[in-house]
Protein backbone atom coordinates (compact mmCIF):
# COMPACT_ATOMS: atom_id res chain seq x y z
CA UNK A 1 0.00 0.00 0.00
CA UNK A 2 1.51 3.63 -1.34
CA UNK A 3 2.09 5.87 1.83
CA UNK A 4 -0.66 8.80 1.53
CA UNK A 5 0.36 12.34 1.56
CA UNK A 6 -0.22 14.50 4.59
CA UNK A 7 -1.72 17.74 1.81
CA UNK A 8 -4.22 14.85 0.52
CA UNK A 9 -5.18 14.03 4.24
CA UNK A 10 -5.68 17.40 5.12
CA UNK A 11 -7.39 18.28 1.82
CA UNK A 12 -9.88 15.00 2.44
CA UNK A 13 -10.23 16.60 6.24
CA UNK A 14 -11.85 19.84 5.10
CA UNK A 15 -14.44 18.85 3.24
CA UNK A 16 -17.10 17.04 5.54
CA UNK A 17 -18.06 14.02 3.23
CA UNK A 18 -14.16 12.79 3.15
CA UNK A 19 -13.70 13.71 6.77
CA UNK A 20 -13.55 10.39 8.66
CA UNK A 21 -11.50 8.53 6.02
CA UNK A 22 -8.82 11.34 6.01
CA UNK A 23 -8.65 10.76 10.43
CA UNK A 24 -8.50 7.07 8.98
CA UNK A 25 -5.56 7.96 7.05
CA UNK A 26 -3.95 10.26 9.76
CA UNK A 27 -4.16 7.71 12.28
CA UNK A 28 -2.72 4.35 9.62
CA UNK A 29 -0.05 6.78 9.33
CA UNK A 30 0.81 8.27 12.76
CA UNK A 31 -0.98 6.39 15.60
CA UNK A 32 1.84 4.21 16.22
CA UNK A 33 4.78 6.67 15.47
CA UNK A 34 2.59 8.41 18.26
CA UNK A 35 2.36 6.02 20.34
CA UNK A 36 5.80 4.52 20.67
CA UNK A 37 6.55 8.44 21.07
CA UNK A 38 4.70 8.51 24.24
CA UNK A 39 5.18 4.82 25.03
CA UNK A 40 9.20 5.87 25.76
CA UNK A 41 8.03 8.55 27.85
CA UNK A 42 6.13 7.29 30.14
CA UNK A 43 7.19 3.45 29.51
CA UNK A 44 4.02 1.97 30.42
CA UNK A 45 1.63 0.36 27.90
CA UNK A 46 -1.79 1.68 29.48
CA UNK A 47 -0.76 5.36 30.08
CA UNK A 48 0.61 5.15 26.54
CA UNK A 49 -2.72 4.14 25.03
CA UNK A 50 -5.04 6.52 26.98
CA UNK A 51 -2.40 9.64 26.05
CA UNK A 52 -2.12 8.03 22.70
CA UNK A 53 -6.26 8.32 22.54
CA UNK A 54 -6.29 11.80 23.83
CA UNK A 55 -3.58 13.61 20.92
CA UNK A 56 -5.99 12.28 18.42
CA UNK A 57 -8.93 13.41 20.15
CA UNK A 58 -7.12 16.85 20.26
CA UNK A 59 -6.12 16.86 16.81
CA UNK A 60 -9.65 15.67 15.37
CA UNK A 61 -10.73 18.39 17.22
CA UNK A 62 -7.99 21.03 16.02
CA UNK A 63 -7.22 19.65 12.62
CA UNK A 64 -8.97 21.91 10.98
CA UNK A 65 -7.52 24.98 12.38
CA UNK A 66 -3.94 23.55 11.20
CA UNK A 67 -2.52 26.49 10.05
CA UNK A 68 0.19 24.30 8.43
CA UNK A 69 3.22 26.70 8.66
CA UNK A 70 4.63 22.79 10.05
CA UNK A 71 4.62 19.55 8.65
CA UNK A 72 2.09 17.38 10.15
CA UNK A 73 3.62 15.39 12.06
CA UNK A 74 5.77 18.04 13.47
CA UNK A 75 2.38 19.42 15.09
CA UNK A 76 1.78 15.89 16.14
CA UNK A 77 4.66 15.32 18.10
CA UNK A 78 4.36 18.70 19.76
CA UNK A 79 0.87 17.59 20.42
CA UNK A 80 2.22 13.99 21.93
CA UNK A 81 5.32 15.88 23.47
CA UNK A 82 3.13 18.21 25.75
CA UNK A 83 0.90 15.87 26.51
CA UNK A 84 3.58 13.38 27.87
CA UNK A 85 4.92 16.27 29.74
CA UNK A 86 1.46 17.36 31.31
CA UNK A 87 0.81 13.57 32.19
CA UNK A 88 4.24 12.84 34.18
CA UNK A 89 3.74 16.38 36.00
CA UNK A 90 0.59 15.80 36.95
CA UNK A 91 1.64 12.26 38.25
CA UNK A 92 4.30 13.67 40.11
CA UNK A 93 2.11 16.44 41.66
CA UNK A 94 -0.86 13.97 42.42
CA UNK A 95 1.51 11.31 44.26
CA UNK A 96 3.41 13.95 45.57
CA UNK A 97 6.82 12.64 44.85
CA UNK A 98 10.12 14.09 43.59
CA UNK A 99 11.24 13.25 40.48
CA UNK A 100 13.73 10.59 41.73
CA UNK A 101 10.31 9.06 43.45
CA UNK A 102 8.93 9.13 40.22
CA UNK A 103 12.19 7.32 37.89
CA UNK A 104 11.92 5.09 40.59
CA UNK A 105 8.39 4.40 40.33
CA UNK A 106 8.79 4.78 36.36
CA UNK A 107 11.40 1.70 36.70
CA UNK A 108 9.37 -0.44 39.05
CA UNK A 109 7.14 -0.73 36.18
CA UNK A 110 9.95 -1.24 33.29
CA UNK A 111 11.23 -4.53 35.62
CA UNK A 112 7.52 -5.84 35.29
CA UNK A 113 7.27 -7.96 31.96
CA UNK A 114 3.80 -7.48 30.84
CA UNK A 115 5.46 -3.46 30.80
CA UNK A 116 8.45 -4.14 28.46
CA UNK A 117 9.56 -6.55 26.41
CA UNK A 118 12.61 -5.57 25.73
CA UNK A 119 16.14 -7.55 25.54
CA UNK A 120 18.69 -6.28 29.24
CA UNK A 121 20.57 -3.92 27.20
CA UNK A 122 17.44 -1.89 26.07
CA UNK A 123 16.29 -2.35 29.77
CA UNK A 124 19.30 -0.83 30.68
CA UNK A 125 19.20 1.98 28.14
CA UNK A 126 15.56 3.05 29.20
CA UNK A 127 17.28 2.83 32.63
CA UNK A 128 19.65 5.15 32.14
CA UNK A 129 17.01 7.62 30.27
CA UNK A 130 14.76 7.49 33.11
CA UNK A 131 17.83 9.80 34.68
CA UNK A 132 17.40 12.52 32.22
CA UNK A 133 15.77 15.29 32.55
CA UNK A 134 12.25 15.02 30.64
CA UNK A 135 13.22 17.82 27.68
CA UNK A 136 16.77 15.91 27.45
CA UNK A 137 15.21 12.37 27.40
CA UNK A 138 12.35 14.11 24.61
CA UNK A 139 15.49 15.11 22.43
CA UNK A 140 17.18 11.97 22.79
CA UNK A 141 14.36 9.50 22.46
CA UNK A 142 13.31 11.86 19.19
CA UNK A 143 17.18 11.79 17.64
CA UNK A 144 18.06 8.32 18.63
CA UNK A 145 14.65 6.48 18.40
CA UNK A 146 12.70 8.35 15.48
CA UNK A 147 15.77 9.40 13.90
CA UNK A 148 14.80 12.87 13.61
CA UNK A 149 16.81 15.70 12.03
CA UNK A 150 17.88 18.55 14.28
CA UNK A 151 15.68 21.29 12.66
CA UNK A 152 12.83 18.65 13.17
CA UNK A 153 13.34 18.68 16.46
CA UNK A 154 13.21 22.29 16.86
CA UNK A 155 10.06 22.43 14.99
CA UNK A 156 8.55 20.34 17.58
CA UNK A 157 10.06 21.78 21.01
CA UNK A 158 10.58 25.32 19.62
CA UNK A 159 13.88 25.71 20.94
CA UNK A 160 16.76 26.55 19.18
CA UNK A 161 19.10 23.87 17.17
CA UNK A 162 21.71 24.66 18.88
CA UNK A 163 20.67 24.15 22.48
CA UNK A 164 19.16 20.52 21.02
CA UNK A 165 22.70 19.68 20.27
CA UNK A 166 23.83 20.70 23.48
CA UNK A 167 21.10 18.47 25.20
CA UNK A 168 22.07 15.56 23.06
CA UNK A 169 24.91 15.74 23.77
CA UNK A 170 24.60 15.81 27.69
CA UNK A 171 21.75 13.10 27.27
CA UNK A 172 24.98 10.79 25.35
CA UNK A 173 27.35 11.70 28.21
CA UNK A 174 24.92 11.22 30.91
CA UNK A 175 23.27 7.65 29.40
CA UNK A 176 27.27 6.78 29.26
CA UNK A 177 28.32 7.35 32.73
CA UNK A 178 25.41 5.41 33.83
CA UNK A 179 25.87 2.47 31.42
CA UNK A 180 29.75 2.52 32.89
CA UNK A 181 28.82 2.86 36.39
CA UNK A 182 26.19 0.29 35.98
CA UNK A 183 28.06 -2.75 34.67
Request: net charge negative; hydrophobic share 35%.
Amino acid sequence: MQQVEDSDILKKFEDEQTRNEAFSLLLKKYQQKVYWHIRRMVLNHDDADDLTQDVFIKVWRNLSSFRQDSQLYTWLYRIASNECITFLNKKKAKQQVSLDDLSEQLTSNLNEENYFSGDAIQKKLQQALLTLPEKQKLVFNMKYYDDMKFQEISDVLGTSVGALKASYHLAVKKIEQFLLSND
